[in-house]
């Protein structure tokens, strides 16, 4: 009887230090907070020919890879194409400073989860639509 007494105590020891655990572990232990990366590819492009106005909407995302400096910095680049009967016949470059150019941004699940921010945006960046229909977007130094 003692024997299962004792079992039951550490048992139960086991329970507790496993919840207490649970309740006062670092944030470490709960991962990194979500972001969200998507691409969204300006331009419109017709008769081989683009212009850096509109979205463009056949484009299809191949690659999204978002990267953090030391600094804080988050650097998103995205590739992707569009068909190539809609491709320029010659390459297409727009970039975020041009007139009129939306920001490129980059938006965090919960609040901190991009650089300790909910969203961060810049206006460096650069896209370019190959006579190939490879698009290729790079946004530096996106901050809040």
């Known amino acids: 009887m003692k024997k299962g007494v004792a079992i039951l105590r550490l048992a139960f020891l086991v329970v507790i230090s496993t919840v207490l655990f649970a309740f006062y ?5 709960a991962g990194a907070p979500g972001a969200i990366a998507s691409c969204v590819f300006i331009g419109t492009c017709s008769q081989g020919e683009c212009t850096c106005t509109g ?3 056949n484009a299809i995302t191949e ?3 978002v990267v953090e400096s030391e600094s804080g910095k988050e650097t ?5 194409d569009i068909p190539q009967a809609d491709a320029p016949d010659s390459a297409t470059i727009c970039r975020g400073s041009d007139t009129g150019a939306p920001p490129c941004s980059l938006d965090g699940f919960t609040t901190g989860a991009v650089s300790g921010f909910t969203r961060v945006t810049t206006q460096d960046w650069q896209e370019v639509i190959s006579a190939s229909g490879q698009i290729s977007l790079v946004c530096h130094k996106l901050q809040p």
């Open 25 to 29: 572990a670092p944030a470490s232990y």
């Open 55 to 57: 979205m463009l909407s």
């Open 63 to 65: 690659q999204i890879h």
């Open 76 to 80: 998103l680049i995205c590739k992707g």
